[in-house]
């Protein structure tokens, strides 16, 4: 089989773990063609967003004391994870030269006090930058050929949309294809950067947080795979977060939809739009589990899986959101005010995640991403004044999360809202916003973020999700 393998940063979030990718990998290309995609060490990512703001507050001494802990933790892990010297000499010396290219550009943001979507997306691809080279030392440690590729390199091509770039498929396919293909011929192990792309004119975009899974699923389609596996810390996609609730099922088959509705609602199992590409080529999709590989993981098909009844099959929480209120008599009957509204949120790239309107139409209720929200408020005023008298008043709270109930059952099955409402209010929890996909393969809601665990938790049980 052609297979696309992702690594997650838990999968080699240290030496010893990258070790276990290496021989997994090793293992499977006997007998496969293997591409493998892999993210940055745990926690490096977020690290460098910190310390990217630090530069910008123009903190130079914070700058050095960071590099010089990267350049630890990575030669550690390198330490462990390969045992021939010279092997571990060639991925050091990488390694220095790719933290002297981070400090250099830190410093430059220091010194301009200037960070922008573009410069945060160079900064932020060093992980990958930093973790692809060890898993190819680790690989050649085997005595197995490989060759390691940023993901621009590999032929990934996106939009220009720093920080949450799309690739432009047809022509990454190609160049994929004409990179990347003589090598699986070969024999030879090719080992992609997640996350990380570069425009058209060769400047490096990032495809959003979690994006290595979305890596994946672009190069299974560009290299036609017969499937694409994301390695994880979890068995596979479960019934909730199992760091919520422990008793939490592994699901063993969803459908595309189901699992893409998972992921936009916050099951971090993956990259909110990674499913896009592969739905449309039928390429399945497996969630496994590193530390667990005896278990086949979740399969995700085009069709659910036959046989399961159950209406209900998951639950997720988002947090990190905030709910926007706008309010305006003249909005009841207006043809276009929703337009309006909405038109002004794209246009300064603000994400509507959920909607509700209220019949009276005097109101709709609108949940965005927390760090959004300062932005979404001035751009509405700002209308608000341009446009007087469609907009009278905007709210917001900031300290709520949504909840979603999933299942490609629960279209046609009577009932199940009023279960979960009455669920949530036995609990004496309030809820302060409810919406339904068309597709009705997911409700969800807004409750105050405080209680959200405890809803998931008591939903989960209500439904029985363990026992599916
Ligand atoms: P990786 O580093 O492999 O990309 P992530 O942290 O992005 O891993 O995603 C895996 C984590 O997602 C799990 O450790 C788990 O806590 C969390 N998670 C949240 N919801 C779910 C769910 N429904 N099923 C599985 N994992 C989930
Ligand atoms: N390293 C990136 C992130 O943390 C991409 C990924 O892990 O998938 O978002
Ligand atoms: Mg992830």
């Known amino acids: ?54 530069a910008q507050k123009s903190d130079e001494k914070h700058i050095q004391t960071f590099t010089a802990n990267l350049l630890t933790k990575h030669t550690d892990a390198i330490k462990e994870a390969i045992t021939s010297k010279a092997i571990q000499k060639e991925v050091i010396d990488i390694t220095v030269k790719s933290i002297a290219e981070l400090e250099k550009i830190l410093t430059g943001i220091c010194y301009i006090s200037e960070l922008t979507p573009k410069s945060k997306d160079y900064v932020m691809s060093f992980g990958e930058r930093l973790s692809a080279p060890i898993v190819w030392g680790a690989i050649k440690d085997h005595n197995v050929q490989a060759q390691w590729f940023t993901g621009k390199d590999a032929g990934i091509v996106t939009d220009s949309n720093f ?84 008793s939490a099922k592994m699901l063993p088959q969803l459908s595309y939809q189901e699992a893409t509705e998972m992921a936009i609602f916050g099951a971090k199992a993956m990259h909110p739009r990674a499913l896009g590409p ?67 949120l794209g246009r300064n790239g603000i994400n509507v995640m959920m909607i509700s309107a209220a019949a009276s139409e005097a109101n709709i209720s609108l949940i965005i991403k927390r760090d959004l929200l300062g932005r979404a408020i001035s751009s509405l005023e700002i209308a608000l004044q341009e446009h007087g008298g469609i907009i009278s008043e905007v709210t917001t709270e900031d300290d709520v999360a949504v909840i979603a109930i999933i299942g490609a059952n629960m279209k046609g099955t009577l009932g199940v809202a009023s279960k979960i409402f009455s669920t949530v209010a036995k609990k004496g929890i309030n809820i302060h916003m409810i919406a339904q996909g068309s597709s009705e393969l997911n409700i969800s809601f807004v409750v105050k973020e405080k209680d959200g665990v405890a809803v998931v938790q008591t939903i989960h049980e209500e439904f029985n999700l363990d026992k599916i």
Do not use: C
Request: charged content about 20%; overall charge neutral; aromatic content about 6%.
């Open 1 to 54: 089989m052609k297979l696309v393998m992702k690594f997650g940063g838990t999968s080699v979030g240290s030496g010893i773990n990258i070790r276990r990718v290496a021989g997994l990998v090793t293992e499977y290309a006997k007998d496969n063609k293997i591409v493998v995609v892999v993210s940055a060490l745990a926690g490096v990512t977020n690290s460098l967003i910190e310390t990217s703001y630090h």
């Open 163 to 246: 920080g949450d770039a799309d690739p432009l498929m047809n022509y990454t396919s190609h160049l994929v294809r004409e990179r990347l293909s003589p090598l699986l011929e070969k024999g030879i192990i090719p080992i992609v950067t997640g996350f990380i792309a570069a425009n058209q004119d060769g400047i490096v975009t990032t495809v959003g947080r979690g994006g290595s899974d979305y890596t994946s699923t672009i190069l299974g389609v560009a290299l036609q795979a017969d499937e694409v596996w994301i390695w994880t810390d979890v068995d596979g996609i479960m019934t909730t977060d199992p760091k919520i609730v422990p």
């Open 278 to 344: 592969v739905s449309k080529a039928n390429i399945p999709v497996r969630i496994r589990n590193t530390a667990n590989p005896k278990n086949h993981g979740t399969l995700i098909t085009k069709e659910p899986q036959s046989g399961v009844t159950e209406a209900a099959k998951a639950v997720a929480i988002i947090k990190d959101v905030a709910m926007l209120n706008v309010y305006g008599a003249a909005m009841v009957g207006a043809p276009g005010s929703y337009a309006k509204v909405f038109e002004v």
